[in-house]
């Protein structure tokens, strides 16, 4: 007992309170404005404080937590995707009960396994992911995180299960985001199997929701490359100037000043 409670009062010595107080912040910063806590040296902290034995029995939740806004930090603002990675493992080890932080999770890993071009292996993060936001009952996450899904299923060819999906996702109608990224995704689905008519119709569809220029970049592009395969660069040009005009993405502008 004497030393369980020497072990208790020395924890306590690493301020819990305090890093309680840091994840409340991070929390509070994501849920009203989604913005990412980017203070690194406090996180860095909560998590020196609170990784070990103890800390990872009793604050579980805070801890990975932690590991998951410092993933963030130097997945987005640091380019530091292996040290992401490693971050968001700590997370999926810790099991936060929350079930939209397990899928922010997954959805993470998924996101740089597709990055990567491993889509098999994003699939199953993404599935994870999928399955922890149904659980969450946020059909914003869910219906949202579908459009994460489908894309992978497309680049895999498991053009079935793309069609179940697709059917799912119609159901919901949520924001104009939710909107274009459903049309854009239909387009890609007709895009990867050269039905390039219905292609068109989607990608086109979907220029109607976007809120920016920017956004639109993508759809820009599969339509630029619908008309080269069909060649006719005339109906082309305009899209590639549009890209060259808007788009911030390196992979886009070269393959607009190509056209």
């Avoid at 309170?17 to 980017?38: G, H």
């Avoid at 939740?61 to 292996?82: C, F, S």
């Avoid at 299960?161 to 104009?176: E, G, H, N, P």
Wanted: glycine content about 6%; charged content about 20%; aromatic content about 14%.
């Amino acid at each position: 007992m004497v030393c369980v409670l020497g072990l208790v009062c020395g924890l306590s010595s690493c301020h819990w309170q305090e890093a309680k107080e840091v994840i409340i912040t991070a929390d509070s910063l994501y849920q009203a404005e989604y913005v990412i806590y980017d203070d690194t040296a406090a996180l860095g902290k909560a998590i020196r404080c609170l990784d070990n034995p103890f800390g990872r029995v009793l604050m579980s939740n805070t801890l990975g937590k932690a590991y998951y806004y410092m993933g963030r930090n130097l997945e987005d603002y640091h380019q530091q995707v292996a040290g992401a990675a490693k971050c968001y493992i700590e997370v999926d080890r810790l099991q936060i009960d929350d079930p939209i932080y397990r899928g922010r999770v997954n959805s993470c890993m998924g996101y740089i396994c597709a990055q990567n071009n491993n889509d098999s292996l994003a699939l199953i993060f993404y599935e994870r992911a999928s399955e922890d936001f149904k659980e969450s009952g946020n059909e914003w996450y869910y219906a949202h995180h579908l459009l994460n899904v489908i894309p992978c299923c497309i680049n895999l060819h498991l053009f079935t299960k793309t069609d179940s999906l697709l059917q799912i996702a119609q159901t919901y109608s949520l924001d104009s985001t939710y909107r274009a990224r459903y049309y854009e995704t239909q387009g890609l689905y007709f895009y990867e199997q050269q039905q390039y008519d219905s292609a068109l119709v989607y990608f086109n569809q979907g220029l109607n929701y976007w809120q920016s220029e920017e956004d639109k970049c993508f759809s820009y592009l599969k339509i630029m490359q619908i008309y080269l395969k069909i060649g006719d660069l005339t109906q082309a040009l305009p899209y590639s100037q549009l890209i060259i005009k808007n788009s911030n993405n390196p992979n886009y502008i070269s393959n607009a000043y190509f056209v």
